[in-house]
T-cell receptor, first 116, second 114 residues
Framework: AQKITQTQPGMFVQEKEAVTLDCTYD???????LFWYKQPSSGEMIFLIY??????QNATEGRYSLNFQKARKSANLVISASQLGDSAMYFC?????????????FGQGTTLQVKP | DGGITQSPKYLFRKEGQNVTLSCEQN?????MYWYRQDPGQGLRLIYY???????QKGDIAEGYSVSREKKESFPLTVTSAQKNPTAFYLC?????????????FGQGTRLTVV
């Protein structure tokens, strides 16, 4: 069954350092998309970055990059030069290409705290 | 500005009451979704709609109902049959259901049973 696993309930990082948030996924669909969302304490979900299953290169968006290892079914988020405003909950999500719902399947989330 | 508006931000429900959460989008998106988030957990799909006048149950639809009479509106009713409704509810929309299509989210409604 399709599933997203985030094994780190909480992470700390020093301001200006890089941090990696882990995400592994399970699907039998060869076509899928992987998303990372940020949820600050205010509650809204903010889209950060997307990686398609057929993309040859790792996705990057500003300070965010995705370390996509297809054979290992992992899609880790790397945040470079952490800022205090990066403190939030981060969710990895997947949408399967064959899905007739278009629903996103979410992991449990990782709470990131950036220390000054 | 285009986006998704959820209201109210906080909602209190008495036991046995039905309450309706509002979700409006001006993004001209076809697909709309309702998710439930419990503390320390990810989001779970309640209902989704891909087109006006059509909607389907998600993974945890029991005790909830929806309607989609207009493209921009997708209200969620939490009925008295929902035994544990206290949660954070998020509405989302996307232009279609493609695997590479970003979902846009509202700011959420926090529902508490009193």
């Amino acid at each position: 069954a399709q599933k997203i696993t985030q094994t780190q309930p909480g992470m700390f990082v020093q301001e200006k350092e890089a941090v990696t948030l882990d995400c592994t996924y399970d699907t039998s669909d060869p076509s899928y998309g992987l998303f990372w969302y940020k949820q600050p304490s205010s509650g809204e979900m903010i889209f950060l970055i997307y990686q398609g299953s057929y993309d040859q290169q790792n996705a990057t968006e500003g300070r965010y990059s995705l370390n996509f290892q297809k054979a290992r079914k992992s899609a880790n988020l790397v945040i470079s030069a952490s800022q205090l405003g990066d403190s939030a909950m981060y969710f990895c999500a997947m949408r399967e290409g064959a899905s007739n719902t278009g629903k996103l399947i979410f992991g449990q989330g990782t709470t990131l705290q950036v220390k000054p | 500005d285009g986006g998704i508006t959820q209201s109210p931000k906080y909602l209190f429900r008495k036991e046995g009451q039905n309450v309706t959460l509002s979700c409006e989008q001006n993004l001209n998106h076809d697909a709309m979704y309702w998710y439930r988030q419990d503390p320390g957990q990810g989001l779970r799909l309640i209902y989704y709609s891909q087109i006006v006048n059509d909607f389907q149950k998600g993974d945890i639809a029991e005790g909830y109902s929806v309607s989609r009479e207009k493209k921009e509106s997708f209200p969620l009713t939490v009925t008295s049959a929902q035994k544990n409704p206290t949660a954070f509810y998020l509405c989302a929309s996307s232009i279609d259901r493609g695997m590479n299509t970003e979902a846009f989210f509202g700011q959420g409604t926090r529902l508490t049973v009193v």
